[in-house]
């Protein structure tokens, strides 16, 4: 199981990465427009996303989006220990890159506001028709949607979408996807 999650990871980062920037964000565009008029969204006061790598759908022109609205938006930060917690974010947010080469809060300039979330926008390598996932191979959102009840959604280009991936005991679910209509 791990060399098949390992080849998909392989496949898929392989296809993120031949999109340029620009492809990036003009694809994104559709599902940012969805994911903003999805009831998870438009319900939510307080919403959680990651900021995203260069090979992900853009996360920024979401979260401009998330302002404009007047919603609150939080920022994973990872502990060593695997667990996420959620901090507010905000244009003066001091930001630090993580050991993955992810933006992340600092933990010491703001506290933990994980209860405040109502939805999670979850990234991903690879989503199923089940809505499980296959992430970055650190467990850190399967453990952290194992001990919350907050609603989940995700983002993916067509291609990242696989009928059936690799589950084991462990994964959860993501509710919702919103998928690219294929080109």
């Known amino acids: 199981m791990d060399q098949q999650k390992k080849d998909i ?14 492809d990036k964000e003009k694809r994104a565009e559709p599902l940012i427009e969805q994911l903003l008029m999805d009831p998870f969204i438009k319900e939510a006061s307080t919403v ?37 917690t959620f901090h507010q974010y905000t244009k003066h947010t001091k930001l630090m890159r993580s050991t993955y080469g ?27 028709c089940d809505g499980f996932r296959l992430g970055y191979g650190g467990g850190y959102y399967d453990a952290f ?20 991936l690799p589950r084991e005991r462990h994964d959860i679910p993501v509710q919702k996807l919103i998928v690219e209509k294929r080109l």
């Open 9 to 22: 990871r392989k496949h898929i980062t392989a296809q993120l990465s031949q999109l340029s920037q620009n």
């Open 102 to 128: 992810i933006l992340e809060p600092d933990p010491h300039e703001s506290k933990d506001e994980s209860e405040r979330l109502d939805v999670v926008i979850v990234p991903g390598i690879a989503f199923d």
């Open 145 to 164: 949607l194992s001990r919350t009840n907050v609603k989940t959604i995700s983002m993916l280009y067509h291609f990242q979408y696989i009928h059936k």
């Open 48 to 84: 959680g996303i990651t900021l995203s790598t260069a090979q992900e759908i853009p996360t920024q022109p979401v979260i401009e989006k998330l302002w404009e609205a007047g919603k609150h938006v939080l920022i994973p930060y990872a502990h060593r220990n695997r667990v996420l």
